[in-house]
């Protein structure tokens, strides 16, 4: 599996497009990247723990001349799998396979109720109720595709042959 069936199998599960599911991917990548290299821990529970492990300077041998290399101190990332992980790979557990999400509701505007009035007591001067406000919903812009003109196609050039010269006799 690679990322792009990540992206696939993420996109089917959560009823989106392929690219708000590339996006995801790349943002859940790019974060686990970022604060590995910083040094930070990123523990995954039932997955994994992704580390930032460092390597000191050593002395190593070239296999093929058997010469010394001197090695300098890196830092390489380190990845532990976690238990279920484990014990899933092992076969002493089964993969629950992930539920597909709910289909996406689109959000309903509700109108507003009509303010009520306030009923005048006896005796009392009355005050009107504060109007109640009305939301305003803005309707999105309409999307304009953007108009792509097709290159005009290729001229093909035809060589002309030039006439063959006699060849003059003397």
Known sequence: MNRADIVEQLAAQ???SK???????????????????KGDKVAIS???????NARKARVARNPR??????????????????AEFKA????KKKAVPAKKAAPVKKAVVKKAAPAKKA?????????????????????AAPVKKAVVKKAAP??????KKAPAKKAVKR
Do not use: M, R
């Open 14 to 16: 959560l009823n989106i």
């Open 19 to 37: 690219k708000d599911a590339t996006t995801a991917v790349d943002s859940i990548f790019d974060g686990i990247v970022a604060a590995t290299a």
């Open 46 to 52: 039932g997955f994994g723990i992704f580390k930032k």
């Open 65 to 82: 001349t058997g010469a010394t290399v001197k090695v300098a101190a890196t830092s390489v990332p380190k990845f532990t799998p976690g």
């Open 88 to 91: 899933i790979v092992a076969g």
């Open 119 to 139: 009923a005048p007591a006896k005796k009392v001067v009355a005050k009107k109720a504060a109007p109640v406000k009305k939301a305003v919903v803005k309707k």
């Open 154 to 159: 290729a001229k093909k050039v035809v060589a």
